[in-house]
């Protein structure tokens, strides 16, 4: 009985460290893989290329990693991302003003984040009630977006280069795009850890209800982490536009999908308070490597969503299996 | 030999190497009533699930009318004559009693369910615990009384049933519904069934029970004849001390200041014109039958509920609450009948859930402190005696003692002064009880006022300085503790 008891424990230690740090295994696992079967992966210029590949990703996920913190799910960020791109570039062809552009951008997704965060306010929402009040909403920001563009391709001012140098130029080597994601994680981070109104998204994702009767207005944090989603999905459309100098309604189409990969894998949970940006990160990596290396292998595009799934599939199997050794016996 | 339907020998069981049971014996005669009793955590619920085959034993043996059995699942026990009915009640709310109780094996006819004998079949289960009900009624129309009657008939209804085990089946249940119970616990002994109960109440096990296992710390301490017993000898057995005084005494502190009045507070449909005051170091205790309305007295106060009319005092000055964060900005707060869902992020940490009442108190030059968290959270730990592995340790692991503990922590961090206890030792054992009354009485001795729910009377009449008698949405007396009787308790509330 004795030994049967130690085995126990070890296969514990050693399992309870795999699920923990799912997506950090499935990085080096990556690298691994990559650096043997992937010619040319461990070169600057690939890295270099893997670091503003994750750029649109990266910031979706911090916006997605937000609102799953507190509960959420918010599937009309790939949405939304087209009506900014839309509106941003309209504006900008116009004005001339980048700032004018990205005010603008900034506003609507806001607004749909507004929209999303005050239907669930009104109905009081559960956490599964945002996956239709979100849905319906990506459907208001598709229609919105082709309302706005009559279904047009949208071309970028070819005068306006200082904003496609947004996504054009680099620091010390690095894209710019590539900054502004960290500078953004680093700045979420500091105020998921560091503020009140950050831990207090924690505490309304753990227990909504118990928030409450702690004097926290649950569904007004809801509502805050669906706007802050929301100007994600604006930054993204951003540096999409900037790097593509074009947008039309099929522009963010289903990237609010990997987003939400990229917020599972990395083993973000809602009300965890281990949480937070460095999971999103890890998340972030681990799909762009995965990308970055079939794409190098010449692997199929299909091929490579069905691989992404799979991966999803198996971050929730690890999740589960941690949420049952987390409970009590 | 041949009269012990059930024996148990030297069975143990670890979880992740800890050790939940730890050669525990004990034997059952055909038709008795065997009380189980324990603290929490003392291993009677792992007891009955490996009896139930929901958990595998590591070693030992069980033995049915003599002859050794192996329970390796629920249906193999089943088999063997052993139902259970769980202290959360399993019973799916959209479906019909017939379909409950006969779920997963409804009689059938030509491939089709045989609806006629599902009634039948079910009508006679519901009479043999001598209940008259519809069993086409739907579960989620009855009350948790009601539905526990249910699982008792489902488990009876499987025709081989000869073992009962009832972990807990009076914790929700008002004095008139456990009083039904036991009347049907009492035909079944009768008809030769043996139960084994578990129950936290202690008064209702002298009831009932025939014969009495203390469980302390995984091992059984002694099984002994229940007449006889005091309710002090069973309560020094399960902790391993003698208590002295189940509520223990306490200066004199309430005065005469008024720091709550609450006038004419209505809600149409819980309760009217309610009016009280509650003094400074004073315990007021709302007592009254279950649905009576207490609890959406005091969530009406706390600003959780809507109020339709009626105003209230804080130090003499009207104040409004139309939130909790308004009743906590005002010294009010309110610690939950359902510690679980309403007072607890359990998936969270010890420390985080004693900061989530009063974030802002983190703050140092606008930046939430990781040192000064723990410095208010080791500090809080230490006062209420929290038994925990660390400040890190996840709430929903403690036992319901020390979430309690927890919970008050979290409101001993805020500036309130009026607490608002809404059965505060529910589900909690009794060495953990007692410590819940003493920090009630250090509340009122350091200056706050509480005010105390409880469905225990003794327990209110026990704690309280004054007792507010609650009566259908009304209050029906207010009556100074010293002086009264359980039966003017009585009086009033029905």
């Given at each position: ?5 130690v085995?126990i ?25 990559g ?102 909403m ?34 010390l ?16 981070h ?10 207090k ?6 227990n ?11 569904h ?7 706007m ?32 939400a ?15 937070g ?35 999803l ?9 941690k ?7 | ?32 009533v ?19 085959g ?132 009492r ?26 296992t203390?469980i ?34 306490r ?48 969530r ?26 308004d ?38 030059n ?10 208010i ?20 692991n ?37 410590e ?7 509340l ?14 003794p ?36």
């Amino acid at each position: 009985m004795q030994k049967n008891n130690v085995m126990i424990k070890k296969r514990f230690d050693v399992g309870w460290f795999a699920v923990n740090n799912f997506g950090l295994i499935l990085i080096v696992l990556m690298v691994v893989f990559g650096s043997i079967f992937a010619n040319n992966f461990l070169t600057i210029d690939n890295f270099r290329n893997l670091a503003s590949q994750i750029v649109i990703n990266g910031i979706l996920t911090i916006g997605f990693s937000v609102v799953y913190i507190i509960d959420g799910f918010d599937l009309s960020q790939g949405n939304v991302l087209s009506a900014c791109a839309c509106v941003a570039l309209t504006i900008l062809n116009g004005t001339h003003n980048i700032l004018w552009a990205f005010l603008a951008a900034a506003a609507i997704g806001i607004f749909f984040g507004f929209a999303n965060g005050m239907i669930g306010k009104v109905i009081k929402s559960d956490g599964s009630d945002s996956y239709l009040i979100t849905l319906a909403m990506s459907l208001v920001a598709l229609g919105f977006a082709y309302i706005w563009t009559k279904g047009l391709n949208i071309q970028c001012d070819s005068e306006m280069t200082s904003y496609r140098n947004i996504a054009r130029g680099n620091i010390l080597g690095i894209s710019n795009t590539a900054v502004i994601l960290v500078v953004f994680l680093v700045i979420v981070h500091f105020v998921l850890r560091k503020t009140a109104i950050g831990r207090k998204l924690y505490y309304v994702g753990a227990n909504k209800k118990a928030a409450f009767m702690g004097g926290i207005n649950s569904h007004n944090y809801r509502m805050y982490a669906f706007m802050f989603s929301g100007f994600c999905a604006a930054l993204a459309a951003i540096v999409m536009t900037a790097r593509t100098g074009s947008a039309n309604p099929m522009t963010g189409n289903n990237y609010e999908t990997d987003a939400a990969i990229a917020t599972i894998v990395g083993g973000n949970a809602p009300g965890d308070s281990k949480s937070g940006m460095l999971r999103a990160l890890f998340g972030v990596l681990c799909l762009g490597l995965i990308r970055n290396i079939m794409n190098m292998m010449n692997v199929d595009a299909n091929i490579q969503t069905v691989v992404k799934c799979i991966i999803l599939l198996v971050a929730l199997y690890a999740l589960s299996v941690k949420k049952s050794w987390g409970g009590k016996d | 030999m041949q009269d012990y339907i059930l024996e148990v020998e030297n069975i143990s069981k670890a979880f992740l190497g800890v050790k939940a049971l730890d050669q525990v014996s004990f034997k059952i005669k055909k038709g008795e009533v065997h009380a189980l009793v324990g603290e929490n955590g003392a291993g009677k619920s792992t007891l009955m699930k490996i009896l139930n085959g929901n958990y595998k034993k590591d070693q030992g043996t069980v033995k049915i009318d003599g002859k050794e059995v192996d329970i390796q699942n629920p249906n193999d026990a089943k088999a063997h004559g052993i139902s259970i009915i769980f202290q959360e009640l399993n019973l799916v709310s959209l479906l019909s009693i017939a379909e409950n109780i006969y779920i997963g094996r409804l009689p059938k006819k030509n491939g089709l369910v045989d609806w006629k004998k599902l009634y039948e079949d079910t009508e006679l289960a519901l009479k043999r615990i001598g209940y008259d009900i519809d069993p086409g009624t739907k579960i989620g129309t009855l009350s948790v009384a009601q539905r526990q009657m249910i699982e008792i008939a489902r488990a009876l209804s499987y025709p081989t049933t000869r073992i009962l085990l009832m972990d807990e089946p009076t914790a929700t249940l008002t004095t008139k519904e456990v009083e039904i119970l036991f009347e049907v616990v009492r035909s079944l002994k009768k008809q030769g069934i043996s139960v084994i109960f578990i129950s936290h109440k202690l008064e209702e096990l002298f009831e009932i029970c025939d014969t009495l296992t203390v469980i302390r710390d995984g091992q059984v301490i002694e099984t002994m004849p229940i007449e006889g017993l005091t309710k002090d000898d069973v309560t020094s057995k399960m902790i391993g001390r003698e208590i002295t005084n189940i509520y223990p005494k306490r200066k004199k502190t309430h005065t005469d200041e008024v720091v709550l009045k609450v006038e004419k507070l209505s809600h149409k449909d819980a309760y009217r014109d309610i009016s009280f005051e509650l003094h400074k170091g004073e315990v007021l205790g709302m007592a009254g039958l279950v649905g009576a309305g207490r609890t959406e007295i005091a969530r009406g106060i706390f600003g959780i509920d809507y109020k339709d009319s009626g105003d209230i005092y804080i130090n003499g000055s009207k104040v409004k609450i139309n939130s909790p964060a308004d009743a906590i900005k005002y010294g009010i707060c309110y610690l939950s009948e359902d510690r679980k869902s309403e007072g607890l992020m359990g998936s969270m940490s010890v420390k985080h859930n004693i900061s989530a009442a009063n974030v802002e108190k983190l703050l140092v030059n606008g930046v939430l402190s990781q040192k000064k968290e723990e410095e208010i959270a080791n500090e809080l730990v230490e006062a209420l005696k929290v038994k925990t592995s660390g400040l890190e340790q996840t709430v929903f692991n403690l036992s319901g003692g020390n979430m309690q503990k927890v919970v008050l922590a979290k409101w001993l961090n805020t500036n309130v002064d009026i607490f608002i206890f809404d059965e505060p030792t529910r589900g909690i054992d009794v060495g953990a009880k007692y410590e819940i009354y003493q920090l009630i009485n250090r509340l009122v001795e350091q200056g706050k006022s509480v005010i105390m729910i409880s469905s225990e009377l003794p327990e209110v009449m026990g704690m309280s300085d004054r007792l507010l008698v609650i009566q259908r949405g009304r209050i029906a007396a207010d009556l100074e503790v010293e002086s009264m009787t359980p039966n003017d308790f009585i009086k009033y509330a029905i």
